[in-house]
Structure formats: structure tokens, C-alpha cells
């Protein structure tokens, strides 16, 4: 067998993978990053210096401890639930709702309305680079509308009631227009969706910098950032310490939205539009689907989930808008792979991101490794555990569909080995 041949093979293999089975190379994949992380610190604390070695191998003194760093990422996540001089005992200290719970919950909740963006659109056929602009200009218009519509409320509870669910409303249409920009060049003028993608980042965060700056601006602030949303127009830590900004009823509407996206693909006939439309748009076309309309459609779903994203962020992390946002729309598309696209997976892709996030700050905190080398562990874990899902979605891409097995129509039966009988 060729080279080519083989890796067709394995791409073919990968594509025809059951949901245990990517689980278990998933699983795998963790294992060996964990593996070569380790290795890797191990090879850094050999070449570092110090006053007191951290572990020592075969006579061989090592300024980081490998295993320390990994306990570290994990519990510092978690807020401390474990006491690691002690392995195994509980630490009886522990409150669950602590900061370091609180910052890998905000994370995770944000990479959930931006890894749905971006796996919508890949279930459209659609490479959807352009989430961080729509998420940069939905959370400048929600909290510019929330910023201007507050006068006009009454102040407190009912005033948050009215208001919070207008303002990310507000964001979801405006990352929703934006969206759809790239969708409609896509669908009537065939322009590629991911240089086009790209090219609006690029202009949201022009467009957002200049209207803030020249229009909006807090006249009180030294840098570019627009006037604060009041406290009751926020989504504030109902049981998590003040000030860790994250709101468990972000999270429980991100959890809804992953239903309700799950519903709309799955189960409606738009979502079977929009599926059909990404995996066979030929198929799609001849069984009456308008292909144009529909990958427009699905950009301006993708986008307004970004939108949304961006309206989260504002109104539970910032509390105004500014332009240090953080690349969460960038982030997402590695949720979004390591979750196959599937809504329900990007939970746990979300969770894991968030952990490993949040963990690091521990990392670098407790043990004295060096940010980089951190961010390097951070890579390694993402960049194995995605690496499957993405050669799998290259292969489904690639391989051709005569290779795939026949699909029987409702009330159909497969034909074994294909010959005329």
C-alpha cells in the first residue's frame, strides 16, 4: 500500500469512528500529552536553576516536580478541594463556591456560546473564523443599548428583568447582522468564508475602537472603554464570592442555549436543511433545500450565538465594554473541534478549556514555573486532544462518498454488496 493510500486509510478509519471509540482516542490523546508535558517540564527544571531541587530522579536533582505541577493545575482549578502535602486528604476548608471554581466556571461558560457559534457553522459546511468580530461587536451594543436604555428603567430587580434579557438580545442581532455578511458573500458571490471571516475580525475591532473612542467614550477613564452598565443591569455572582465574575445564571441559559441548538439541528426540518446543506449540497439542492438562503441562515445563527458570547462577557465579567476583549471567538473554534461539532460536546470541551485555564494561574502562583512553560503544558493537552477530531473532519471532507456506506431512506432497506438482485 502507498503512502497516500495508507493515509486515506487512516483518515477513513477516523471518519468511520464510533462515538466510544473517539472517546477512547480522546482519552488517549490526554494521556500522551500529559505524558510529553511532563517530560518537558522535567527537561526545563533540569535546565533551570535553583536553590532546592523539587524532585529527584536517579540521583539527579530537578527544579520542577511534574507531577506537583499537574496535582496543582487540577486542584488549584477547583479551588483547592484536595491539601497535596497530605495525598488524598480532603481539605475540610474547602467551600465549593470559592474563586478558583468560580474562574474556571466564567470561562466555561463564555467558551460555550462561542464554541456553539462556531460548531453551527460547521455543521453548515462553513468554516466560521469570524466569531471574535461578531462577539466584539454584539458586546459593544449590548452594552452600549444597556448603557442608554437604563435611565429609562426603574432601578433594581425589575429593572435588571427588563433589561438584561433586551441587552443580550440586542448583542445576539447585532453578531447576527455581522454574521450573515460573510454568509451572503459566501452564498452569492462564492467568496471564501474564511478569508472573509478573517478580514472582518480585523474590521470589527476597527469599527468597535473608533466608535468608542470618538463617540462613546467614558469621559472619566483614561483608556478606550465605554461608560459602566449599573450594577443591576449586570449579571452578578448570586453564591459565588463578589467580585469572581461568574453568574450561575449565565451558565444555566449557556447549558439552554446547547439544548435548544441541539434541537434546532436535530430535530427541525431547518436543521436538517442546515446538515444536509454541510455534508451533501448537492443532495441538499435536488431534495428542494435553497442552499443560499440557508447558508445564510446559518452564518447569521453562528454569529448571533457569538453575539451573544460577546453580551455574556459584558454584562457578567466587565460591566462596560473596552478593547482589550479577550480572544474567546478564537478559543472557540478549538471548542468547537475538540467537541466534533456535536452541542452537547462542547461541555465538556468548554469544561476542560476553562479548567486548564484557570489551573495554570495556580501553576505558575504555587510552583514557580514559568508562565510560558505553562502555557506550553496548556497547548500540549489542547493540541493532542484536538488533533483527532481534526484529522476526522479532514478525512470527512476528503474521503470520497462512494467509499462511505449507503444511507437507506426512511423505510428503506440496505442492499448487501450492492448487486442488482
Not at 478509519?13 to 462515538?19: E, G, I
Not at 462553513?126 to 429609562?152: C, D, E, H, K, S
Not at 514557580?368 to 496548556?378: A, E, M, S, T
Request: charged letters at 10%; one cysteine or more.
Amino acid at each position: 500500500m502507498s503512502a497516500r493510500g495508507g493515509v486515506k486509510t487512516v483518515l477513513r478509519r477516523l471518519t468511520d469512528a464510533s462515538v466510544a471509540e473517539r472517546i477512547l482516542i480522546s482519552f488517549a490523546a490526554l494521556v500522551m500529552a500529559t505524558l510529553i508535558g511532563a517530560a518537558i517540564v522535567l527537561v526545563s527544571g533540569r535546565v533551570a536553576t535553583c536553590q532546592t531541587a523539587a524532585t529527584t530522579l536517579f540521583g539527579v536533582g530537578f527544579c520542577y516536580d511534574p507531577v506537583d505541577v499537574y496535582l496543582v493545575l487540577f486542584n488549584g482549578a477547583l479551588g483547592q478541594p484536595f491539601l497535596l502535602d497530605s495525598p488524598g486528604l480532603f481539605n475540610p476548608n474547602w467551600n465549593p463556591l470559592n474563586f478558583g471554581l468560580a474562574f474556571t466556571l466564567k470561562e466555561t461558560t463564555l467558551l460555550i456560546f462561542t464554541g456553539l457559534s462556531v460548531a453551527v457553522a460547521f455543521r453548515a459546511g462553513l468554516f466560521n473564523i469570524g466569531t471574535q468580530g461578531q462577539l466584539v461587536l454584539g458586546g459593544l451594543a449590548t452594552a452600549l443599548f444597556a448603557v442608554f436604555i437604563a435611565p429609562f428603567l426603574p432601578a433594581g430587580i425589575i429593572g435588571g428583568i427588563i433589561l438584561i434579557p433586551l441587552a443580550v438580545l440586542v448583542g445576539a442581532l447585532v453578531g447576527g447582522l455581522y454574521g450573515a455578511i460573510p454568509g451572503a458573500l459566501k452564498a452569492y458571490s462564492d467568496a471564501n468564508e474564511v478569508i472573509t471571516t478573517i478580514m472582518l475580525n480585523f474590521i470589527a475591532a476597527g469599527i468597535a475602537k473608533v466608535l468608542v473612542s470618538e463617540f462613546f467614550r467614558n469621559p472619566d477613564s483614561q483608556v478606550i472603554e465605554t461608560a459602566p452598565i449599573p450594577d443591576w443591569g449586570t449579571l452578578l455572582p448570586v453564591a459565588f464570592p463578589k467580585g469572581s465574575d461568574f453568574s450561575i445564571l449565565a451558565l444555566v441559559f449557556g447549558l439552554a442555549l446547547v439544548v435548544a441548538v441541539w434541537y434546532l439541528l436535530e430535530r427541525t426540518s431547518f436543521g436538517y436543511d442546515l446538515r444536509t446543506s454541510g455534508e451533501q449540497p448537492e443532495a441538499a439542492e435536488y431534495g428542494g433545500v435553497d442552499a443560499k438562503r440557508t447558508t445564510v441562515t446559518s452564518m447569521f445563527l453562528s454569529g448571533a450565538l457569538g453575539g451573544i458570547g460577546g453580551a455574556i462577557w459584558v454584562l457578567m465579567v466587565i460591566g462596560n465594554w473596552l478593547t482589550d476583549v479577550p480572544s474567546l471567538g478564537f478559543d472557540g473554534i478549538t471548542v468547537s473541534i475538540l467537541a466534533g461539532n456535536n452541542p452537547f460536546g462542547v461541555i465538556p470541551a468548554a469544561l476542560l478549556f476553562g479548567t486548564l485555564k484557570s489551573g495554570s494561574l495556580a501553576v505558575q502562583f504555587q510552583t514557580g514555573v514559568p508562565k510560558q512553560l505553562v502555557g506550553v503544558l496548556r497547548g500540549l493537552i489542547i493540541l493532542f486532544v484536538a488533533m483527532p477530531e481534526f484529522f476526522r473532519m479532514i478525512g470527512t471532507s476528503i474521503t470520497p462518498k462512494r467509499d462511505r456506506e449507503a444511507v437507506a431512506t426512511d423505510g428503506g432497506e440496505h442492499l448487501s454488496g450492492g448487486d442488482d438482485e
